[in-house]
T-cell receptor, first 114, second 112 residues
Framework: QQQVKQSPQSLIVQKGGISIINCAYE??????FPWYQQFPGKGPALLIA?????SEKKEGRFTISFNKSAKQFSLHIMDSQPGDSATYFC?????????????FGKGTKLSVIP | DTAVSQTPKYLVTQMGNDKSIKCEQN?????MYWYKQDSKKFLKIMFS???????INETVPNRFSPKSPDKAHLNLHINSLELGDSAVYFC???????????FGDGTRLSIL
């Protein structure tokens, strides 16, 4: 059972365009939603994260939108650049008692073409 | 300075062998993790280790065992390697369980 569903699997965007990646989760106990960026041959790196008490978080060109009632969250990359070409993973976890383990989506390969 | 370092970067071995992957973090973090990334790039948690408390993902075969000699190290031992173990293994660390995780660059394990 996949608890975090991510789409699309791949995305091609022109330089300067907006890249949008969507995720949906099932477990209402999730309370932390990070996005990771992974370049070939490297480990995932935290890009931006949000908790469900806010509906949007922006850091530079990257914005997370969060819809608690729909159990969905998305990553928007404004003014996409070729250097943004990477695989992006959404994730979710729950804090509190027990383990804090990230459940990842299956990833989106983003290609930004000049 | 590398924050989370793994060795070796590549590991090629035969089925049935026993191997270890080392992980060290110099961030002063209290929690460490091991993840497996399969050929389709799907990332799955294997273990988390915090203050000598080990949380094991129930789907991980008991051929896999993490060993932590101290807070800065969490090594992964794998016994009786199987073809399906071929993957990239990532180590990660965080200050605490609800803090951002920092990943190493992975160890690509190939089983012949």
């Amino acid at each position: 059972q996949q608890q975090v569903k991510q789409s699309p699997q791949s995305l091609i965007v022109q330089k300067g365009g907006i890249s949008i990646i969507n995720c949906a989760y099932e477990n209402t106990a999730f309370d932390y939603f990070p996005w990771y960026q992974q370049f070939p041959g490297k480990g995932p790196a935290l890009l931006i994260a949000i908790r469900p008490d806010v509906s949007e978080k922006k850091e530079g060109r990257f914005t997370i939108s969060f819809n608690k009632s729909a159990k969905q969250f998305s990553l928007h990359i404004m003014d996409s650049q070729p250097g943004d070409s990477a695989t992006y993973f959404c994730a979710a976890s729950m804090s509190g008692a027990g383990s804090y383990q990230l459940t990842f989506g299956k990833g989106t390969k983003l290609s930004v073409i000049p | 300075d590398t924050a989370v370092s793994q060795t070796p970067k590549y590991l090629v071995t035969q089925m049935g062998n026993d191997k270890s992957i080392k992980c060290e973090q110099n961030l002063g973090h209290d929690t460490m993790y091991w993840y497996k990334q399969d050929s389709k790039k799907f990332l799955k948690i294997m273990f988390s280790y915090n203050n000598k408390e080990l949380i094991i993902n129930e789907t991980v075969p008991n051929r896999f065992s993490p060993k932590s000699p101290d807070k800065a190290h969490l090594n992964l031992h794998i016994n009786s390697l199987e073809l399906g173990d071929s993957a990239v293994y990532f180590c990660a660390s965080s200050y605490d369980r609800d803090q951002p995780q920092h990943f190493g660059d992975g160890t690509r394990l190939s089983i012949l």
